[in-house]
């Protein structure tokens, strides 16, 4: 019997965490990088554009990932796409689904 309370206890704490979870790339570039990728803002390249993502991917992933992390000098391109309260993870989770549609 315990170890069916402790089982429940378990799944009511990962149902209540659900709310707490990150939110998907999809999720994540709608609410924060699509605000300049969609319109093309400040040369930012498209969502799916292979001609305006092909030399950036040429660079590498890792290339990528810190312009993505840390912003572009000299352009508009902010640390984060200045949503500081992202998680490295979230922002190359979208740089990787950026990527994959340019292909």
Known sequence: MKFIY????GIAGLIAA?????????ETY????GVCHDAGVANAP????K?????????GKDALYK??????????????G????????????VVDMMMAKAK
Do not use: H, Y
């Not at 659900?18 to 999809?26: C, P």
């Not at 500081?84 to 993870?89: E, G, P, T, V, Y």
């Open 51 to 59: 001609a305006a993502w092909a030399p950036r991917i040429k660079q």
């Open 6 to 9: 402790l089982g429940l206890l």
């Open 82 to 93: 200045g949503f500081a309260n992202l998680s490295d993870a979230d922002v190359k989770a």
């Open 67 to 80: 312009t993505a992390l840390q912003g572009k000098p000299g352009t508009p391109m902010m640390a984060k």
């Open 30 to 33: 709608k609410s924060a990088c």
């Open 18 to 26: 659900g709310g707490t979870l990150a939110a998907t790339a999809e």
């Open 46 to 49: 498209k969502l799916g554009d």
